[in-house]
């Protein structure tokens, strides 16, 4: 079955380590992104790639970086720079990142990956 | 900018009792509209989506109606079961520029 695999699902870090999740797809969609879920509040785009080698900063980049070396992959690095690691991270992908409104792209969500700082 | 308001939980009701969960957006233009649907310890799924104004999505007895007139997308179900216990958020946009609500959390009790 087609979907997107995150790995770890748990991962605990000690301050000043940076940590990657994984993100892999194989529904053969252009578009990835990564979000950021915490208590009460709605996702938050941290980045998204519209193609291979290419990718754009979201709403709350700091701290972040990412790679998108294949088309199914794209990791994301949470590095110690970022202040307040702790949290719910959300991969998702779809068909294409345009912005037309058509609503052809739905996003399919990963199963998430929780992260603590210790 | 875009925003998705929508009612803070958490909403508890007594299984087969009818839900409305409201949305209201602000967007340039007619966005797409979307519900998903968390279940604990998981992602968001799509629960259904409308495209344009009165249009009406629609799916495992939810539904919701695309009023330009009241910029909302009102989720309802006429009888929730103990399963339908989730988070639900309303959505709009598309692609890079997908503005989500804060979520709401629906509890369903026997």
Redesign the interface.
């Known amino acids: 079955d087609g979907g997107?695999t995150?790995s770890p699902k748990y991962l605990f870090r000690k301050e000043g380590q940076n940590v990657t999740l994984s993100c892999e797809q194989n529904l053969n969609h252009d578009?990835m992104?990564w979000y950021r879920q915490d208590p009460?509040?709605?996702?938050r785009?941290i980045y998204?790639s519209?193609i291979v080698n290419d990718f754009?900063k979201?709403d709350i980049a700091e701290g972040y970086s990412v790679s998108r070396e294949k088309k199914e992959s794209f990791p994301l690095t949470v590095t110690s720079a970022q202040k307040n690691p702790t949290a719910f991270y959300?991969c998702?992908s779809?068909i294409?990142?345009?912005?037309?409104?058509?609503?052809?792209?739905?996003?399919?969500?990963?199963?998430?990956s929780r992260l603590t700082v210790l | 900018g875009n925003s998705?308001t929508q009612m803070e939980g958490p909403v508890t009701l007594s299984e087969e009792a009818f839900l409305t969960i409201n949305c209201t957006y602000t967007a340039t233009?007619?966005?797409?509209l979307?519900w998903?649907v968390q279940y604990p310890?998981?992602?968001?799924?799509?629960l259904l989506?409308?495209?344009k104004a009165d249009d009406k999505g629609s799916n495992k007895g939810f539904e919701a109606t695309y009023r330009k007139e009241t910029t909302s997308f009102h989720l309802e179900k006429g009888s929730v079961q103990v399963s339908d216990s989730a988070v639900y958020?309303c959505a709009g946009?598309?692609?890079?520029?997908?503005?989500?609500?804060?979520?709401t959390q629906l509890k369903v009790e026997l």
């Open positions: 997107i995150q578009a992104y009460g509040q709605g996702l785009l998204y519209q754009q979201g959300l998702a779809s294409s990142s345009g912005q037309d409104f058509s609503g052809a792209n739905v996003l399919t969500f990963g199963a998430g | 998705v233009g007619y966005p797409s979307f998903y310890g998981e992602g968001l799924q799509l989506k409308a495209t958020f946009g598309g692609g890079n520029k997908l503005t989500f609500g804060t979520g």
